[in-house]
């Protein structure tokens, strides 16, 4: 698919077939998240694959009960890890670049998986102390989005945006 397209065809999908999706399908997804760029290419962040239906399900209650999360095949699930920016950046790496870092490589995996047929919604409603346990991950780590991906079961209209001219600002 042409990158245009990918862009314009991306919708946040909420119904998914039970269809599983292929590992080669979810490891250029993966790939395409490790090819975004981070703050000082220190990549402070994680990546947390989620498709035991159990774990699904806890990942569904943990994101105040979206259940629909649990009918994708595969979830990923995005964390900040600040402390591998820490050392050079210090309070601006937890603040600021772990988190720009963990949602850029969502949002290249999110497109990654549109330019393969496939269905994401971006999640941030959840609790992320209660996601962290979900995924079994330290302290430390810290969920910022949460992708799940299948094959989509409709087709939302795309919804209404503001004007580019609303929202862009020109000097002068
Ligand atoms: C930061 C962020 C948080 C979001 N959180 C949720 C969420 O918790 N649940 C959900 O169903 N959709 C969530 N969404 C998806 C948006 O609702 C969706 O992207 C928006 O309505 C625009 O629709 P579109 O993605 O089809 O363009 C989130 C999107 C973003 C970027």
Redesign the pocket.
Known sequence: MKFFDVIKK???I?NYLPAPIGEDELKRILEAANSAPSAGNLQSYEIYVVMEKRRRESLARA??E?L?IAGAPVSLVFCTHAALAQERYGKRAERLYSIQDA?IACAFAMLAATAQGLGT??????EPEDVRKVIGAPPGIVPV??LPIGRAADA?E??E?RGVEDLTHWEG
């Open positions: 991306r919708r946040a909420r994101a105040r979206q629909f949602t919604v971006w999640i941030g409603a959840f989005a949460i939302p795309a919804p945006r």
